[in-house]
């Protein structure tokens, strides 16, 4: 299994140009996170997904649009890119709550760095 | 809103010594999970431990234990005979059940040889 997989790994934009970052998952997971990492700062949740064609904001969902019409792809989109997004892009995925083990546990992509100049 | 808070950004231990980091959050949910992740300088995302808010029994795996506190809503991870390899950035996480998860700024935890 690969696990979760994010595309591009690296990318440099211009300011105002527009890009999509995926996510894919091959673990039939429900649920889908998008974060973004800046020194200091943690991880900040910015869009999630508790299933397919469901989305809702998290803590920076500004400037950030996502979709998930599929289950196992969940999109991360920037209409107008700012110098202010350029960051460490992070994606996540989980089982529904259950008592399953691991049920609650995140399985992360390895991260998607993006420059905006 | 849920908050997550580690009020050490940077820590450091001696080789083999005991390090505890702390974690403290605000919910006024019931039912809920809480997380220490690690992040190596490769950046992968690894799970330590984790804690179920309904079980009063702290969690532990091998070096690494927490004390869970739920009236004080605190949730801080202890970790024994350090290693060189435990040098990471370390996150505590909050999870809202059929919901969002949301991290800690992060401790920056550094192993002294």
């Known amino acids: 299994n690969a696990g979760v997989t994010q595309t591009p790994k690296f990318r440099v934009l211009k300011t105002g140009q527009s890009m999509t970052l995926l996510c894919a998952q091959d673990m039939n997971h429900e649920y889908m996170y998008w974060y973004r990492q800046d020194p200091g700062m943690g991880l900040r949740l910015i869009h999630y997904s508790v299933g397919e064609g469901t989305t809702a904001k998290g803590e920076v969902p500004d400037g950030y649009n996502v979709s998930r019409l599929k289950k196992q792809n969940f999109l991360l989109g920037l209409e107008s890119a700012a110098p202010s997004q350029t960051s460490v892009y992070f994606c996540a995925s989980r089982l529904r709550q259950g008592d399953l083990s691991g049920a609650n546990v995140l399985t992360f992509g390895a991260g998607s760095r993006l420059t905006v100049l | 809103a849920q908050t997550v808070t580690q009020s050490q950004p940077e820590m450091s231990v001696q080789e083999a010594e005991t390090v505890t980091l702390s974690c403290t959050y605000d919910?006024?949910?019931?039912?809920?999970?809480l997380f220490w992740y690690k992040q190596p300088p490769s950046r992968q995302m690894i799970l330590v431990i984790r804690?179920?808010?309904?079980?009063?029994q702290n969690a532990t795996e091998n070096r690494f234990s927490v004390n869970f506190q739920k009236a004080a809503k605190s949730f801080s991870l202890k970790i024994s005979d350090s290693q060189l390899g435990d040098a990471a950035m370390y996150f505590c996480?909050?999870?809202?059940?059929?919901?969002?998860?949301?991290f800690g700024p992060g401790t920056s935890l550094s192993v002294i040889p």
């Open positions: 919910t006024s949910e019931s039912d809920y999970y």
């Open positions: 996480a909050y999870l809202i059940p059929n919901d969002k998860v949301i």
């Open positions: 804690q179920e808010a309904y079980k009063q």
